[in-house]
């Protein structure tokens, strides 16, 4: 169980890089806001509380590892990383521009903490199957940690790799799904449905959770749970809302990739600061 | 924009024909096709997030009859489905049509796994495929029709943004014939995409320093109009080509081929050498990869010093 104390540092640590990603994105004027903002909690409960990472040796080889699959939302991974010293906060602000080390999709030749390049997505999951694989291979205390979008997982590779993790029980891998329920052209539901994903992933043998995934004591939680079945691959399907906590994307239909003005994302952070009162 | 001319195109041809068909996987906002959706709920399919099942889906449409567009990001019908474009398509002899967005540095702030620098020289080495990147609205527009009625699968390179318009209105491009927009006789540059517009640049320049450069919009990769190029070698005896895509195996490769195969004569390639893209602005991506008006500049200069010393 996570301490009250533990609870609120993690709670904190996400409003913070809600906050950074917002600041971050805001430096340009447009982005993949929305599906930044929905895995907010998770990367606070990875870099916070679950992922053995030294920010002076970002290279340690017996560091856990995270695949974004999702490379979209790089920014966001961006904020974590830089909050936990892997970088200096006003690195962020070099995003997207002409030489940056922070490129919209997740780069690991450029940026330091970032373990795997993604960003056509469907690749990410079977590059951290792969690194699963070979951890195992060496006896590796290493967790490999991979987030994929729901959209995502209309890609035919998803599938290939969830058959082959699934039969061969890597109890070292941990994926989330960010099931926000949109993708780029609108509703997963309207477009392509993925029926209920849990039982469709325990299906091909694999150990599936269903989360809150804006509830970071949840997500601690079911990420011990995955970690404590050896024998198989774990997912967390995280049940989130794109956009969440910025007041111009949040519940809006086409909030993927948003063009805004300076008073919008003015008025998204003031409402981010008075959301931070609240976890005082 | 290019993406509303083309729209306003497929429309047309989709209220006349109802074989046409139009297949997109997750970014039909971000194309358009969004918008005809609307129009022609029942031939027009948002497939989702995967490439590979579009492209074969749409070659199984096409043996029955219809007439498929299948829309992604370039990068992604070059990379990601290019076996279902080999087998289901081109081998299979299903003329499908693959709409490639976002060609090369416009892919821009979506960065290098997003930008197609290699898409129109992969496609050029399938048998089969045509392969065309029309340049600007009155090109668009003359040629869709012949693309879409095609009896071979085409590959197009289609930017959604706005590009400066280089050809007159009522332009009767035909697929497969280069387009002479500027004549010359000390040397040709052979152009497509966005780099015609730096081509008719670098040739304004130089002619304040004197010198007349032939400028040739070569839209169409595949077929190349050898008997244009073949022309532009005997008539100017020096070439650049200039293109937004990597030099290897694009328009400098096919015309560097087709000098060798038929007429010799000095060529300098205007491209992105070797290298992946990166994330930045199309003006900043423009310097670092050398492909401005300027660069086009320095390589005519460093061709006509070849032409020199041969003769
Ligand atoms: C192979 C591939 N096809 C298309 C895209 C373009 N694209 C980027 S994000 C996205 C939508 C993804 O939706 P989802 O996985 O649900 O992400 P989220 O909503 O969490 O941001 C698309 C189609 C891509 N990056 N890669």
Redesign the pocket.
Known sequence: MLSMEKYQELRTFAHRIRGETLRELGSLGFG?I???M??VEVLAVLYGAVMQVDAADPEWSDRDRLVLS????GPALYAALALRGFFPLEMLQTLNQGGTRLPS?ADRCLTPGVDMTT?????GLSAAVGMAWGLRLDGSPSFVYTI????????GQIWEAVLFAGNAGLGNLIVFI?H??????GW?QDINPLGELRQKWENFGWHAQDVDGHDTAAIYEAVLSAQAAKGSSSVIVLH?V?GKGCSFAEGETMN??MRFTQEQMEQALADWEKEGETLL | MMRDVYLGCLTERMEEDPRVLVLG???MH?DGTATLQDIFPRRVVNV??Q?AHMVSMAAGLAAVGKIPLAH??AC?HAR?SLDQAYISAAYARLPVKLIGTDPGITAAF?GA??MPLEDMGIMRSVPEMIVVEPTDPELLRSLLPQIIYASQPVYMRLYRKEVPAVHPVGTEAVLGRGIVLRDGSDASILASGLMVAEALAAAHALRQQGLQVRVVDMFTLKPLDRRLVYQCAVETGAIVTAENHSVINGLGAAVAETLADLMPVPLERVGVQDRFGEVGSPDFLMQRFHMTAGDIVGAVRRVLGRKRRLT
């Open positions: 993949h929305g599906g930044c929905s895995i999702k490379g979209h939302a999709h960003g056509s997505l469907g690749q994929l979008g729901d959209g995502e997982c209309q890609e960010d926000n329920q949109q993708q780029l052209d997963v989130t794109k993927h990739h | 996987a997750d970014l971000s989702g997030v490439e992604t990001f992604f990601r979506n796994t997003h």
